[in-house]
């Protein structure tokens, strides 16, 4: 995902109506999936639209990750993903779709810093654990160009149908 200081990294894991994904990336990515989830996305690709248009770090990366991953796993056939996640440590682990009980294990480990899971399906942000800043119903986050921080701000908040857990 994108660079960033290892000790920042995150474990991001969204679940929609087609499946899961997960990765890990810079722990600022938070804020700006956080407020995508205020468009209520049906699917992880909306909602990564949408917070494209926050912060240009995260789409493409992540949608060009997942191409690369169903391109080298087949239905039954995970050896490249398991292969990958074998060797990986948390910074450098590729986006993966959760596709059997090993992928889905990790999408469920936390790096240092945390794991927020984004339950699109029922509307739920599920912090399993966050060392770095707590997810809020409402708020502000900075706009990114995708090489740098704007003093641009937008607010976001959440439908009351969203619950964030704990």
Known sequence: MAKSPHHYDMRFTIVDHRGTIS??????????????????PAGHKEMLSTADKI??????NILNQLA????????????????????AKNHNEPVFRVVDA?????????TRTGLIIF????????QVLNQFYA??????????????????TVPYELPETWSIVP
């Open 135 to 152: 997810v809020e119903r409402k708020g502000e986050v900075h706009l990114h160009t995708g090489n740098r921080y704007s003093r641009r």
């Open 23 to 40: 990765f890990v990336g810079d722990g600022f990515l938070m804020l700006p999936l956080v407020a995508a989830c205020a468009s209520n």
């Open 55 to 60: 912060d240009r770090r995260v789409r493409v």
């Open 68 to 87: 690369v991953f169903d391109e080298h796993n087949v239905d039954g056939d995970y050896a490249e993903i398991l292969g990958k996640l074998e060797s």
């Open 102 to 110: 090993v992928t889905r294990e990790r999408s469920l480990e936390p």
């Open 119 to 126: 339950n699109l399906k029922d509307h739920r942000i599920i």
